[in-house]
């Protein structure tokens, strides 16, 4: 899709569509009442016959509306005015493009990002348009062989906004945008594929091109490299299956040289069958999504690349396929993790952080000014906070705090969960320095509790992105979350260096 910003009246737009919202009930917005006024009142005229209430989802397209040069134009319901936030705005955007994409026109103009939105600058009603008009567009049909075709889809357009003097950071939210949403479908792609084309030697493949696509450097370890390094605990997880482990570095440095890296480590369990302590049959097609952590953050670094961003950034990405075999490791098993500290796996089916504890041992070596890892981690973070917010956890309160900060200017929200020492005693094994399970009880909570004993060396955060990272049932797939918070956040990091007199490269 192609994107532009406009200022100017919506009566004298030559475009396919112009696009203005309606209020519940019956009342234009600003640039509704100002296509009304050229069109000498024939939209209040078409309201007052109840043809439209305004009502949130509700549309109605116009042709040749007198008084406009556009071919048609489109009413977009919003309901309340009193309620009109974040969440009925972007749903208006949503509306607004799905609509335009069926109507057959090739560009729409769309006044809806002049809506006033509660605490919300031009800026972000810009890069929420393009992300929502970018997830409303997106389609996973690589592996269809008949893909259903829109006839005349759209391919461009226009957002408007109400000043000139707004333009310049409308034209800065745009890029923003577009590279977010690229990222993120991005991100989808990958997550979306199936673990039998998804593998963990797929996933290091395509860090290699996204390398060379935009400029980043890439290093993969083998499996020899990394029983050298003595990731021990990383191993074991792949025993069982017959694709082996990679364990991939991605850098963009776009900082001062020797300014201390931001670190990001995604999971990337490219299938997860549970090992030894199988999953039940239902839903297991969607652990192909476990390794959403690493997609995400593959995603971000493309993104921070697009953006140029000022700043040192590692992503770090441990993957291997979960399955049962005969090397597979067994309940029971005790191994010695690169930290030194040994663990005793009690449940083959908590994986994720048995490959992400070497992960957080590895980059200890970078030095890093904080890392944050992202993981479809536990089953018991989609009971406790469903698809709406990701968990964090961190050791770390003001990094904490910047990443919810992050979530909420990103609308990729995340809610903080305790990480008090007295969850630690659940990890207690008689037999090693610790179990890989906790128990029923906070299971969200514990397993952050075992990554902790790997991160004391650091600023640490944890985002546990098992409800968020897709979506289930008639419309399964991949969300593309975090990655809107992930790259708010290093937006808000690059602008405070600037800031701080520190100049961009
Ligand atoms: N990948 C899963 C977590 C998961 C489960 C994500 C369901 C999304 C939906 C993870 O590896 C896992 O299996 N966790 C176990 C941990 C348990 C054995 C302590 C879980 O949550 O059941
Ligand atoms: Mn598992
Ligand atoms: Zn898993």
């Given at each position: 899709m192609e994107f532009s910003i406009k200022s100017g009246s919506p009566e004298k737009q030559r475009t396919a569509c112009v696009v203005v919202g309606v209020f519940e009930s019956r009342k234009l917005s600003l640039p509704a009442e100002l296509l009304d006024n050229a069109a000498r009142g024939y939209l209040a005229e078409l309201l007052r016959r109840g043809?439209?209430?305004?009502?949130?989802g509700n549309t109605l397209l116009l042709h040749k509306v007198p008084g406009t040069e556009a071919d048609r134009v489109l009413l977009v319901g919003l309901g309340k005015e009193r309620e009109f936030r974040e969440k009925e705005y972007r749903a208006a955007i949503a509306t607004a493009v799905r609509t335009l994409n069926e109507t057959g026109g090739f560009d729409g103009t769309v006044y809806l990002t002049e809506l006033p939105v509660k605490k919300r600058g031009v800026a972000w009603r810009v890069r929420q348009a393009v992300l929502v008009a970018e997830e409303t567009l997106?389609?996973?049909?690589?592996?269809?062989?008949k893909k259903d075709d829109v006839r005349r889809p759209l391919r461009k357009l226009t957002f408007c906004v109400e000043r000139r003097t707004e333009l310049a950071a409308a034209e800065q939210a745009l890029s923003e945008g577009q590279a977010i949403a690229s990222s993120m479908n991005y991100m989808k792609d990958l997550a979306n594929l199936p673990g039998n084309i998804c593998t963990p030697t797929y996933l290091a493949e395509q860090a290699g091109t996204l390398g060379r696509e935009h400029g980043l450097a890439v290093e993969v370890l083998d499996r020899a490299a990394m029983e050298k390094l003595g990731m021990h605990s990383l191993l074991a997880v792949s025993r069982g299956s017959h694709q082996p482990p990679q364990f991939i570095i991605v850098k963009h440095l776009g900082g001062k040289p020797g300014a201390k890296p931001i670190v990001l480590v995604g999971k990337g369990v490219t299938f997860d069958t549970g090992g030894i302590s199988l999953k039940p049959a239902a839903e297991m097609d969607e652990m192909k999504f476990d390794m959403s952590g690493a997609a995400s953050v593959l995603a971000t670094l493309k993104a921070a690349a697009m953006m140029k961003l000022p700043l040192n950034i590692i992503a770090v990405v441990p993957t291997v396929e979960n399955m049962p075999g005969g090397g597979a490791i067994r309940p029971g098993d005790i191994v010695t993790s690169m930290s030194g500290q040994t663990i005793e796996i009690l449940n083959t089916d908590a994986e994720g952080r048995l490959i992400l504890c070497d992960a957080l041992t590895y980059v200890e070596r970078f030095e890093p000014d904080c890392v944050i890892d992202v993981a479809t981690l536990t089953g018991a973070c989609v009971i406790a906070l469903g698809g709406v917010v990701s968990g964090l956890l961190a050791n770390d309160d003001a990094l904490a705090r910047e990443l919810l900060d992050a979530g909420h200017d990103g609308w990729d929200r995340a809610w903080q969960l305790p990480l008090f020492d007295?969850?630690?005693?659940?990890?207690?094994?008689n037999f090693a320095d610790m179990g890989n399970i906790g128990g029923r009880p906070a299971g969200t909570i514990t397993a952050a509790c075992f990554l902790s004993r790997f991160t004391k060396k650091y600023d640490w955060a944890h985002l546990d992105i098992a409800g968020t990272a897709w979506r289930s049932g008639k419309?399964?797939?991949?969300?593309?979350?975090p990655v809107p918070l992930l790259t708010h956040f290093l937006l808000a990091r690059a602008a405070k260096k600037v800031g701080a007199g520190e100049t961009a490269q």
């Open positions: 043809d439209m209430e305004g009502k949130a997106y389609r996973f049909d690589q592996l269809k062989s007295d969850y630690q005693e659940q990890l207690k094994s419309e399964k797939g991949s969300t593309g979350r």
